[in-house]
């Protein structure tokens, strides 16, 4: 598997392609607020009603969400391929693999990483996934090869991190996010994203995290299954040839 220095992906300005995705993310997004009766379906998006019902890894951490979805696709390569994509997820490491140019015109700061970042291929319970360049949360539980989660406690008046252990914050918001990889058969796997959130109730809680959010986090989030899944399979063709 290729490597490369995280300072080889620090670049400046859009691409043309780049630009064409993000209008891409942004019909995604108003595609999604004028069909808001199939939120239920994007919630789940790629998997069946039964299995977006199952338990997964970290499912304790948000026991009772009061928003969540989960994300699959199937990937045609091994999942030892897929993981070193999931290992190096976050900002100043790999990326997201979603809408760089989206990320990037609200000043997070995101470098898609296009080949394995050796640095970043050990995560560890503790270390701190960032979501740009102030927010950064940690892993939380991580079984390497197959998946990992982080955890945020969040004062939405004070716009912080909380330690929940020491605070009771009247507005707060807690939320858990996996990032999971399992074989379907020793060629093929399915990668899923699964995020719990439970937030103090109120009606522009209950907006934000719901029906204003939800298309912007799907387009973002399935950008991301997408962009996984083709990192993954490219590694793969290459091995093969």
């Given at each position: 598997m290729g490597t490369v220095s995280i300072n080889d992906q620090q670049r400046t300005g859009f691409t043309f392609l780049q630009i064409l995705e993000g209008l891409e993310g942004l019909l995604i997004i108003l595609t999604a607020y004028l069909t808001f009766f199939l939120k239920?379906?994007?919630?789940?998006?790629?998997?069946?009603?039964?299995?977006?019902s199952s338990l997964f890894p970290g499912d304790y951490i948000v026991p009772q969400p009061k928003s969540e979805f989960i994300h699959a696709l199937?990937?045609?390569?091994p999942a030892s391929f897929v993981w070193p994509w999931i290992a190096q997820i976050g900002q100043g490491?790999?990326?997201f693999y979603s809408y760089e140019a989206l990320e990037n015109m609200v000043g997070l700061k995101i470098y898609n990483a296009d080949k394995i970042l050796a640095e970043f291929q050990q995560p560890q319970i503790g270390d701190?996934?960032?979501f740009g360049p102030k927010d950064a949360y940690p892993i939380v539980i991580c079984e390497p090869g197959?998946?990992?989660?982080?955890?945020?406690?969040?004062?939405?008046?004070?716009n912080s991190v909380y330690n929940q252990a020491l605070e009771s914050p009247i507005n707060y918001l807690h939320l858990s996010w996996l990032w999971m990889v399992g074989s379907i058969d020793e060629n093929r796997s399915r990668f899923i994203s699964r995020n719990r959130v439970d937030f103090s109730p109120s009606f522009k809680n209950n907006l934000m995290f719901g029906p204003l959010?939800?298309?912007?986090?799907?387009?973002m989030d399935r950008?991301?299954?997408?962009?996984?899944?083709?990192?993954?399979?490219?590694?793969?063709?290459?091995?093969?040839?």
């Open positions: 239920p379906l994007r919630d789940r998006w790629g998997m069946s009603r039964k299995e977006a199937e990937i045609n390569a490491k790999g990326g701190l996934i960032s197959k998946y990992m989660a982080i955890e945020n406690w969040y004062d939405l008046n004070k959010g939800e298309p912007i986090v799907f387009a950008k991301m299954c997408y962009g996984i899944k083709r990192r993954a399979e490219n590694l793969y063709r290459t091995k093969l040839q």
